[in-house]
Every structure is written in structure tokens, then in C-alpha cells.
């Protein structure tokens, strides 16, 4: 089992910034790829940002120029930069991350960090 704990969300006014933590930890094989997703009152959750182990990145074109992710191997965490927030993006954002083994791919999930965006 790989647990994955988050950290950094809150409260803060539109046009500001947050950073989001992910830390991975237990049964780590090899984490492929890592990512954030987000679900808003009423709707589905949805890709944020990810990241592959060598560094390439997508994101969701709600977010492109504003937010940036990125991950540090060596300490499995990934962050997620946010800035210039607008109201829109409150939601509760969730880690994910695929744990490579033998034997196929594992999918986990945090529990999710909150984030309010006032206007």
C-alpha cells in the first residue's frame, strides 16, 4: 500500500496563491506518474495537472499559465503551484499517483485537501 498525504490548501482571496504538497510513502515500487485532480460541489472530478517521472507535465486548459506542477523524486512529493486563483477553482483537490510494480500499475488517491477561492 502507498499512502499519500496532502497538504497546503485554505482559504485565500481571488488573484492570490497556494501550493499544494503530495507526500508518497510505504510500498513505493516506482511512482510513474503524479498528479492533481479536483471536485467541485456537484460536479466530477476532473484532471488538474500531472506529471510523468521525467518531467513532462499536461494540464487542464482552465489552468494553463496559472498553475505549474512538479514533483521531487528523490523526497516522492508533488506540488502543485497556484496563482492568480479565481473563485472557480474551489474544489477539493485530491493527489493521485500510479505506483509502477512487476505485475502492473497501482492507482491511489489522497484524501483530499480543501481549497476556497472568495471573491
Known amino acids: 500500500q502507498v499512502q499519500l498525504v496532502e497538504s497546503g490548501g485554505g482559504l485565500v482571496q481571488a488573484g492570490g496563491s497556494l501550493r499544494l504538497s503530495c507526500l508518497a510513502s510505504g510500498s513505493i515500487s516506482f511512482l510513474s506518474i503524479m498528479g492533481w485532480y479536483r471536485q467541485a460541489p456537484g460536479k466530477q472530478r476532473e484532471l488538474v495537472a500531472r506529471?510523468?517521472?521525467?518531467?513532462?507535465?499536461n494540464y487542464a486548459d482552465s489552468v494553463k499559465g496559472r498553475f505549474s506542477i512538479s514533483r521531487d523524486n528523490a523526497k516522492n512529493t508533488v506540488y502543485l503551484q497556484m496563482n492568480s486563483l479565481k473563485p472557480e477553482d474551489t474544489a477539493v483537490y485530491y493527489c493521485?499517483?500510479?505506483?509502477?510494480?512487476?505485475?502492473?500499475?497501482?492507482?491511489?488517491w489522497g484524501q483530499g485537501t480543501q481549497v476556497t477561492v472568495s471573491s
Open positions: 506529471i510523468t517521472r521525467n518531467g513532462s507535465t
Open positions: 493521485n499517483v500510479d505506483n509502477r510494480r512487476q505485475w502492473g500499475t497501482e492507482d491511489y
